[in-house]
């Protein structure tokens, strides 16, 4: 079975700054996904930015990049000039890689992000 | 393009009653995965549906049960409530090819559901 941890139950960043969300995660597979969810205040969740483990170069989406340290198990997100926007629950998810399978999302616990003025 | 479409919003029931949940993947969607989200934890897996047949089923007792229709529609079924199923109940839907390599989620706005 797999885990994922999010130690970081809150953090706050002020508009344009930088902030890192930290995860690490279990398991015995090889070949997986990890993935950086946000779920704003009562709308719903949203992909920000995924990585396959295959691949070594760390995943960037516009300000939104990850350190994947996959020795380590750790699945970091780093937000650039942090927006309003951005406050939002931010979860760190984890998918076995596999056909025939079930595209199972294993969810951390979530950090609550606030980005304020 | 609608996305997943969830209903209803809210709902309230009392213990030991029965609640149909539904939901509508994005069209050309031929998958649905079902996750309940206690308040202040992550969400966890229930269901995975792709084509009328479950492909997948977390860690919940047989008072959940859940099917998918020939339009991909699927509905959640909870027997017997009990407190601690008051949570958001959010659907997700995928494409889900026969070659799977990744097939992205893309998540309803889920429904409230409030056991008294």
């Known amino acids: 079975a797999q885990t994922v941890t999010q130690s970081q139950p809150e953090m706050s960043v002020q508009e344009a700054e930088t902030v890192t969300l930290s995860c690490t995660y279990d398991?015995?597979?090889?070949?997986?996904?990890l993935f950086w969810y946000k779920q704003p205040p009562s709308r719903q969740m949203i992909l920000v930015i995924r990585?396959?483990?295959?691949?070594?170069q760390n995943a960037t989406e516009n300000r939104f990049s990850v350190n994947f340290q996959k020795a380590a198990k750790s699945f970091s997100l780093k937000i650039s000039d942090s927006q309003l926007g951005d406050t939002a629950m931010y979860f760190c998810?984890?998918?076995?890689?596999?056909?025939?399978?079930?595209?199972?999302?294993?969810f951390g616990t979530g950090t609550r992000l606030q980005v304020t003025l | 393009d609608a996305g997943v479409t969830q209903s209803p919003t809210h709902l309230i029931k009392t213990r030991g009653q029965q609640v149909t949940l539904r939901c509508s993947p994005i069209?050309?969607?031929?998958?649905v995965s079902w996750y309940q989200q206690v308040l202040g934890q992550g969400p966890q897996f229930i269901f995975q549906?792709?084509?009328?047949?479950?492909?997948g089923r977390g860690n919940f007792p047989d008072r959940f049960s859940a099917r998918q229709f020939p339009n991909y529609s699927s509905e959640l079924n909870v027997n017997a409530l009990l407190l601690g199923d008051s949570a958001l109940y959010l659907c997700?839907?995928?494409?889900?090819?026969?070659?799977?390599?990744?097939?992205?989620?893309?998540f309803g706005p889920g429904t409230r559901l409030t056991v008294l």
């Open positions: 069209s050309g969607h031929k998958s």
């Open positions: 998810a984890f998918m076995k890689h596999g056909t025939g399978t079930a595209s199972k999302l294993t």
């Open positions: 398991t015995s597979e090889n070949n997986y996904y």
């Open positions: 549906y792709y084509e009328k047949e479950e492909r």
């Open positions: 990585q396959e483990a295959y691949k070594q």
């Open positions: 997700a839907s995928s494409w889900e090819g026969l070659r799977r390599s990744y097939n992205e989620q893309f």
